[in-house]
């Protein structure tokens, strides 16, 4: 008991003087000046929550323990010392309730570098819940086909020590689920013999796993993603035509945050988030809103249409191919199709009636040509094989899924399934449009392939042996090195250069003046935006599985992409790689850029972008 407490205290403290740090770090970086630890050593909640000294006790030490409270707290009501007022706080609780001490967690967020409304010199505090909710998952109580598929006895009357009985809590989703096996541990047994000695077994824990989230940034993130903060709220320079009703309202979406080199996810929320307290309160509030749909697992079960972010792959498919030339110029139109001007056009051309002229592959990213793209698809068609789109997108990762130990995880689309390709459709899909969609985990998956050359490059949540997967030999194709620069200098100019899709914002304040989207110093961030059409969506109101009238509704707002990756100075190619998509929202660069600003400011207050790295 004395070394399980002091190990508790331990970690409390531990955990406390991190986020110590990391309070006078911030208040240093606010003040501009140094700041003593003891002005922000406030305790944290973990100081003040039940932690477990002893678990596992037989029905008999339980009666005996049980007592042994009531008693002390008699004691404690007559006598008020330290040593018997303990008892007033000790408690016996079931063990098959899981504990989630970071479900809930009070996040401190800077506000100096948001966009000017909602800029402020005054940091905002909020309190996010739900914290990992949809990674970690949920339990619930054995179905009688859980017990039919491993009862506790079989037809020989023997126990299965890990079979189930009735009441018994297994998972239902996420980590919860899939990981059942290892979390779930084996009962003990005694077998009183009246003539001979008693024969017993111990019960066995079940083992614990472990992920590669790191639950202080996943909690930073979905902070910055709150409502509260102002970035998941309906702005006015989100589009240039945001409907003043639509102003301020709540938004949903998804980011994740990857480790290149070691493929470590590091965060991966979803909004609207899940709270437990909501979900053993009032569940059916977030299981039957088919709205906002809380419980569905943005960043890894539902696949969108990336829009322009798969510009940068197609570029590196063309030059890798040898369709384009690293330095080759094309003639860019306003349309792609001659016939149909209306139809597959530059934005360029839709907003100004101008050309981009002839330009590069770079330039092409910069500025997001759709002719460019277009053409690209092209001749791969006509000089390569008509199904090379899709060959080049299995590699990057898409139409698949990744081992990453979650249930719900999705394969998103490629192709148009049972029908044949057609043209149009290969042509549509160079700009992230048309039979391909994937998810947030997808993309992040995709950019870390581009980066690191590796197209066997796997993403990875479970940190434990049994779930390594053996080094792949790399022998689908070897990426053209100038493709890669070419792809990371177009995504560079898009976030730091003027005309780049993710470079400016148009804010009121005082009239309308322009601001950088990007403002992390010590740092360089490449960017490739995407302005996803979603098409029209079917919502079931009334939950009966099928679409009535009026049940199907055109969005007026695109899904709104920014996929961006950041390396530190001194780096010699980006570290980590952000994705975020906000739903029916407007400008992928408008809305999501601010977000993915705010990530990478996250990763450089957790210390990750240090260079060399420190953690």
Same mark, same amino acid.
């Given at each position: 008991?004395r070394e399980?407490?002091?190990n508790?205290?331990?970690?409390?403290?531990?955990l406390q003087?991190?986020l110590?740090?990391?309070?006078?770090?911030?208040e240093?970086?606010e003040?501009?000046?140094?700041?003593?630890?003891?002005e922000?050593a406030e305790p944290?909640a973990?100081?003040?929550?039940h932690?477990?000294i002893?678990?596992?006790?037989?029905e008999?030490q339980?009666?005996?323990? /049980?007592?042994?409270i009531a008693? @002390? =707290?008699? %004691?404690?009501d007559?006598? !008020?010392t330290?040593? *018997?007022?303990?008892w007033?706080?000790?408690?016996?609780r079931r063990?098959?309730?899981?504990?989630?001490?970071?479900?809930?967690?009070?996040?401190?967020?800077?506000?100096s570098t948001l966009?000017?409304?909602?800029?402020?010199?005054?940091?905002?505090e909020?309190?996010?819940?739900?914290?990992?909710?949809h990674?970690?998952g949920?339990m619930?109580?054995?179905?009688?086909?859980?017990?039919?598929?491993?009862?506790?006895r079989g037809?020989g009357g023997l126990?299965?020590l890990?079979?189930?009985?009735?009441g018994?809590?297994?998972?239902?989703?996420?980590?919860?689920?899939?990981m059942?096996e290892?979390?779930?541990?084996a009962?003990?047994?005694?077998?009183?013999?009246?003539?001979?000695?008693?024969? /017993?077994?111990m019960?066995?824990? @079940? =083992?614990? %796993?472990?992920?590669?989230? !790191?639950i202080?940034? *996943?909690?930073?993130?979905?902070?910055?993603?709150?409502?509260d903060?102002?970035?998941?709220?309906?702005?006015p320079?989100?589009?240039?035509?945001?409907p003043?009703?639509?102003?301020?309202?709540?938004?949903?979406?998804?980011?994740?945050?990857?480790?290149?080199?070691?493929?470590?996810?590091?965060?991966a929320?979803?909004?609207?988030?899940a709270?437990?307290?909501l979900?053993?309160?009032?569940?059916q509030?977030?299981?039957?809103?088919?709205?906002?749909?809380?419980?569905?697992?943005r960043?890894?079960s539902?696949?969108?249409?990336?829009?322009?972010?798969?510009?940068?792959?197609v570029l590196?498919?063309a030059?890798?191919?040898?369709?384009?030339?690293?330095?080759?110029?094309?003639?860019?139109?306003?349309y792609?199709?001659p016939?149909?001007?209306m %139809?597959?056009?530059d934005?360029?051309?839709?907003k100004?009636?101008?050309?981009?002229?002839?330009?590069?592959?770079?330039?092409?990213?910069?500025y997001?040509?759709?002719?460019?793209?277009?053409?690209?698809?092209q001749?791969?068609?006509d000089?390569?094989?008509?199904g090379r789109?899709?060959?080049?997108?299995?590699?990057?990762?898409?139409?698949?899924t990744?081992?990453?130990?979650?249930?719900?995880?999705?394969?998103g689309?490629?192709g148009?399934?049972n029908?044949?390709?057609q043209?149009s459709d290969v042509?549509f899909?160079?700009?992230?449009?048309g039979p391909?969609s994937?998810?947030?985990l997808q993309?992040?998956?995709?950019?870390?392939?581009l980066?690191?050359?590796?197209?066997t490059?796997?993403?990875?949540?479970?940190v434990?042996?049994?779930?390594?997967?053996?080094p792949?030999e790399n022998?689908?194709?070897?990426?053209?090195?100038a493709?890669q620069?070419?792809?990371?200098?177009g995504m560079r100019?898009v976030?730091?250069?003027s005309g780049g899709?993710?470079?400016m914002?148009?804010?009121?304040a005082?009239?309308i003046?322009?601001?950088r989207i990007?403002?992390?110093?010590?740092?360089t961030?490449?960017a490739?935006?995407g302005?996803a059409d979603?098409g029209?969506?079917?919502?079931?109101?009334?939950?009966?599985?099928?679409?009535?009238p009026?049940?199907?509704v055109?969005?007026?707002r695109?899904h709104?992409w920014v996929?961006?990756?950041?390396?530190?100075?001194?780096?010699?190619?980006?570290?980590?790689a952000?994705?975020v998509?906000v739903?029916?929202a407007g400008?992928?660069?408008?809305?999501?850029?601010?977000?993915?600003n705010?990530?990478?400011?996250a990763?450089?207050?957790?210390?990750?972008?240090a260079?060399?790295?420190?953690?």
């Amino acid at each position: 008991m004395r070394e399980r407490r002091d190990n508790i205290i331990y970690g409390v403290s531990t955990l406390q003087e991190h986020l110590w740090r990391a309070w006078q770090k911030q208040e240093e970086l606010e003040r501009g000046e140094r700041v003593a630890l003891e002005e922000v050593a406030e305790p944290i909640a973990e100081a003040f929550e039940h932690h477990v000294i002893v678990d596992g006790l037989s029905e008999e030490q339980r009666l005996t323990i /049980e007592r042994f409270i009531a008693e @002390g =707290r008699q %004691v404690a009501d007559r006598s !008020d010392t330290s040593a *018997q007022r303990v008892w007033r706080e000790v408690e016996l609780r079931r063990r098959t309730v899981r504990h989630y001490p970071m479900e809930s967690v009070l996040v401190k967020l800077d506000r100096s570098t948001l966009p000017g409304p909602l800029a402020s010199a005054e940091p905002i505090e909020l309190r996010v819940s739900g914290v990992g909710t949809h990674i970690i998952g949920l339990m619930r109580e054995t179905w009688s086909e859980d017990v039919a598929d491993r009862p506790f006895r079989g037809r020989g009357g023997l126990p299965d020590l890990r079979g189930y009985r009735v009441g018994d809590r297994i998972g239902r989703s996420g980590i919860e689920l899939s990981m059942e096996e290892t979390l779930r541990g084996a009962r003990g047994l005694r077998r009183i013999q009246v003539d001979s000695r008693d024969d /017993e077994s111990m019960p066995i824990a @079940g =083992r614990d %796993v472990v992920l590669s989230i !790191d639950i202080l940034l *996943q909690a930073h993130i979905q902070a910055i993603m709150s409502p509260d903060f102002g970035l998941m709220r309906t702005q006015p320079w989100h589009s240039g035509d945001v409907p003043e009703h639509l102003l301020g309202n709540p938004l949903n979406g998804a980011a994740v945050v990857i480790d290149i080199a070691s493929g470590d996810l590091l965060a991966a929320v979803t909004m609207p988030a899940a709270p437990r307290a909501l979900l053993e309160d009032d569940p059916q509030l977030l299981w039957d809103d088919p709205i906002n749909e809380p419980m569905v697992n943005r960043a890894f079960s539902r696949p969108y249409p990336p829009g322009s972010t798969a510009k940068p792959l197609v570029l590196v498919a063309a030059v890798t191919d040898g369709v384009l030339g690293e330095h080759e110029l094309i003639d860019t139109p306003g349309y792609l199709w001659p016939n149909r001007p209306m %139809v597959y056009r530059d934005w360029y051309w839709k907003k100004y009636q101008l050309t981009r002229g002839e330009i590069d592959g770079i330039e092409a990213i910069k500025y997001s040509s759709n002719p460019f793209y277009g053409i690209l698809a092209q001749r791969l068609m006509d000089r390569v094989e008509p199904g090379r789109m899709l060959w080049w997108y299995s590699q990057f990762g898409m139409g698949q899924t990744h081992g990453l130990g979650l249930p719900e995880e999705v394969p998103g689309s490629l192709g148009p399934g049972n029908r044949e390709l057609q043209r149009s459709d290969v042509e549509f899909m160079a700009i992230g449009q048309g039979p391909v969609s994937w998810t947030p985990l997808q993309a992040v998956t995709a950019y870390a392939r581009l980066v690191s050359g590796n197209m066997t490059h796997e993403p990875r949540l479970v940190v434990m042996p049994e779930m390594e997967r053996e080094p792949q030999e790399n022998g689908a194709i070897a990426l053209s090195p100038a493709a890669q620069r070419m792809a990371i200098e177009g995504m560079r100019r898009v976030a730091n250069e003027s005309g780049g899709t993710a470079y400016m914002i148009d804010v009121p304040a005082h009239g309308i003046h322009r601001e950088r989207i990007f403002n992390v110093e010590g740092v360089t961030i490449m960017a490739k935006s995407g302005t996803a059409d979603p098409g029209s969506r079917w919502i079931d109101l009334n939950n009966n599985n099928a679409q009535d009238p009026g049940e199907v509704v055109r969005d007026p707002r695109d899904h709104a992409w920014v996929v961006a990756m950041v390396q530190p100075e001194g780096a010699a190619r980006p570290t980590h790689a952000i994705a975020v998509v906000v739903e029916y929202a407007g400008s992928g660069g408008h809305v999501s850029g601010p977000i993915v600003n705010q990530i990478i400011h996250a990763l450089q207050h957790h210390q990750y972008l240090a260079w060399p790295p420190i953690r």
